[in-house]
């Protein structure tokens, strides 16, 4: 087909040789006219083939050595073979010579191949299977086309120890193969599975270089606003200064201006490091990790990463599941007291993301909010509904401003018209 410029079903990168001649034994030519048997017309294509092959030839031979006896169709199929083999000729030949099977344990030039047969179904399957060898399944065939079982048991006894010894090993060889494509199909899963685990922590390594990089700009900024301050007030004190000259008064003010401003800046470094080094160190987070959860002020140990977000930590005799980046990593270990049990608290899926504080007191609606928000934080809310109703407008006032202090609150706004209007603030949390 390539040769004749014949599209060939097979992948792009297939390769394929260039052949001068072509020699082919394939059917039954015999001939009563010519006097010719199975055996004598496959001989006849055979010597034909043998006497002009060379280096660039291609050689087909179906079921070689057939049509004789089988030990001397078996014998001189072999010689065949190897002789062509030693012309560089490339062979392709089909047998049911066991004898023959053997030939690729002793000549690396031969390489056996085979046809699946599934022994369950007694059918093939048409899978083509390089470096086994295959049997001739002759009294399963025979069995399942309705040869009389008691013949085929008959058969199989009849079979010789060696006959029967390679028909086992090429059994066991398949059964190998077969579960080892089952073990290659997993282990393609699994590394499928891997590169995209790989993906999402280098996606998630990205995001929080990215958010590290956008905190330092922000400190940044604060850091100048903070140096323009300090310059105009330095300008103050230094004119304030010359006008009183210089009086003990002024001086001892100036000094604790600029002592203060420098503690001021201390501060604002030391908490972008420890901003800078928590946010990355959320990206390595691991079970057994000693941390210290933020929003609390406790310390415990994790033992377990969920989602990868969020990480269920045990504190004392306490388990909750907190966000990764209201975590610190601390280092050593951390002990949990002996002879506690362990309570487990895990509020990953709160009733309802609503709180209903109508009725309540400014401190009793501040106090049951406060441990709500603590809730849909550790659940992974990211958006609730306070309902404190309209009445005189003090309480939601009162709440407004203490939600817009709240560290994990990004944003607020009065609940629409099919939210419950002015009697419902939507609060928006940090994912």
Known sequence: MAQSGLPLPASDKTEMGIFQQVFADIGDEQSIELSLSTFSSHIKNIISAISKVS??????????????????????????????????????????????????????????????????????????????????????????????????????????????????????????????RTDKAKLSERLATAKELEEFYRTQTDKLKSEVNDRKKEALAETEQLLEKTRKETERIVAEIRKTQADDVSVKQAHQFLKATEDDLTSQQRELARESSRLLDQSSFAKGDHVRILSLGQEGQIDELVSGKKARVQVGNVTT???????????????????????????????????????????????????????????????????????????????????????????????????????????????
């Open 55 to 180: 280096s660039d030839s291609l050689v087909l031979f179906d079921e070689i050595g057939a049509g004789t006896d089988p030990k001397e169709g078996a014998a001189l199929a072999e010689a065949i073979i190897l002789f062509l083999i030693g012309q560089g000729a490339r062979l392709v030949a089909t047998t049911h010579f066991s004898h023959l099977k053997t030939l690729a344990l002793d000549n690396p030039e031969i390489e056996n191949a085979s046809l699946e047969f599934d022994r369950k179904s007694l059918a093939p399957t048409y899978r083509m299977q390089l470096g086994i060898p295959g049997s001739s399944y002759a009294v399963e065939i025979a069995s399942r086309l309705g040869m009389d079982p008691q013949i085929c048991g008959h058969a199989s006894t009849l079979l010789g120890s060696g006959e029967r010894t390679l028909t086992d090993l090429i059994a066991s060889l398949e059964s190998e193969l077969a579960t080892l």
């Open 321 to 431: 599941v907190v966000p990764l980046r209201d975590l610190e990593k601390l280092a050593g270990d951390v002990t949990l007291k002996a002879g506690l049990t362990t309570a487990r608290y895990d509020t990953q899926t709160p009733a309802s993301p609503e709180i209903h504080l109508r009725g309540m007191t400014v401190d009793e609606a501040t106090d049951a909010l406060d441990k709500f928000l603590d809730n849909a934080v550790v659940s992974g809310l990211t958006q609730v509904y306070v309902i404190h109703g309209k009445g005189t407008g003090t309480l939601r006032r009162t709440l407004t401003e203490w939600l817009k202090s709240h560290s994990e609150v990004v944003g607020l706004r009065l609940g629409n018209w099919n939210e419950g209007g002015a009697g419902v603030t939507v609060v928006k949390l940090k994912e």
